[in-house]
């Protein structure tokens, strides 16, 4: 069988922004509590109050692995995190008429 | 900006309204039907663009309904507002407009959309009928004073 000499080469992970899953769950649960769109200043604001402050680049890093699997969008007004659409919804995307 | 929507999608209730706006002989309906189409650039470039509905005031038709966790709305012309919602799905991100509706402000904002649009307020489905009866309870979209009504065109 042949061994594989080199391994992947992390997407979202570089020296110095390399976020641990429990800040990411931070930064989720951050995003879900939020009555509507944050600003990245107030993620890292709120993981300070929960006693998990982290730097902006390991926030960057993980709002990127998050918004790289759709469950997080980013607009004029900050970051929303994005909900799995219900069955409705889904029908809507998979058979409806897009603009 | 790099998380954005991958695309803007219409529930079968938008579709229909926008179908019979398009349809519509009227000259605001044209406008509104134009304006939606405008908003496709707008929404796809920023999908926070419309006015933010706080999750404990999204009306609870549309949370049953499409079950929904957030909602956005566009202003229209003739009072006509756009409601959309982001979700994802297979790791993409959607924008669904779940409704075109009449909501104005106060009843005189609803009269002169009526009279503008010259006919007389209808609600389209069970939805709106919902609307209609959390907007004369007081409880409106974002605030107590909003009126909401179906698409009112014939």
Known sequence: ?99 | MGLRARAIVLSAAAAESLLRLERSPDQASGSIARRVRSLRSILLADCLHGEVVKQDRIPKALKDKYGLENLFVEDLPSFWRLLCTIVRDRGERYLVVVGLWIIGHTIVGFQGAAAELGSSPRPLDSVSAALVTLSRRGRGLNSGSWQGWGPTLK
């Open chain 1, 1 to 99: 069988m042949a061994q594989i000499a080199k391994g992947p080469r992390p997407r979202y992970a570089r020296k110095g922004a390399n976020p641990t899953l429990e800040t990411i769950e931070y930064v989720l649960g951050a995003l879900q509590k939020s009555d509507g769109p944050i600003s990245r200043n107030r993620i890292l604001a709120t993981l300070a109050r929960w006693g998990h402050s982290t730097t902006r680049p390991s926030l960057n890093a993980a709002l990127a692995f998050l918004g790289g699997e759709g469950m997080v969008a980013e607009g004029s007004k900050g970051l929303i995190w994005v909900p799995e659409a219900s069955t409705q919804l889904l029908e809507a995307i998979r058979k409806g008429l897009h603009l």
